[in-house]
């Protein structure tokens, strides 16, 4: 059975730094999409960020192009996603999701400037809060 647990959030001062991690389990790790999301109060679910463990390839919404990092821990099996010059914007509970690299990265590559969205994921974590304050 699959399973995505979050952890590494908390609170910190804009401009400064945390990184997210996602341990996973259940999964053929190395054919994946693997992404986070992230949801404001009020606001929908968005993508922040997304990594095929099939060819290494990485995604960004551009909000978060320069200043966030998504990378793998192939032999540990977990995800991270390195958040730096961190604003108020950026508050939200943050989410791992993944799916078949397969499923996900056929969209990618069949629409123009497409990243991936909450419905292409059926693998999902519990969240973790990141609370940026000015």
């Known amino acids: 059975e699959e399973h995505l647990v979050e952890s590494g959030g908390g609170l910190v001062q804009a401009g400064g730094s945390l990184r997210l991690s996602c341990a996973t389990s259940?999964?053929?790790?190395?054919?994946?999409?693997f992404a986070w999301f992230r949801q404001a109060p009020g606001k929908e679910r968005e993508g922040v960020s997304c990594i095929s463990t099939s060819d290494g390839s990485t995604y960004y919404v551009d909000s978060v192009k320069g200043r966030f990092t998504i990378s793998t821990d192939n032999v540990n099996q977990k995800v991270y996603l390195q958040m730096d010059r961190l604003t108020p914007e950026d508050t939200a509970v943050y989410y791992c999701?993944?799916?078949?690299?397969?499923?996900?990265?056929?969209?990618?590559?069949?629409?123009?400037?497409?990243?991936?969205?909450?419905?292409?994921?059926?693998?999902w974590g519990q969240g973790t809060q990141v609370t940026v304050s000015s």
């Open positions: 259940g999964f053929a790790f190395d054919d994946y999409a």
């Open positions: 999701a993944s799916d078949p690299w397969a499923l996900v990265g056929a969209k990618i590559y069949h629409g123009s400037d497409y990243f991936p969205q909450p419905k292409d994921f059926a693998f």
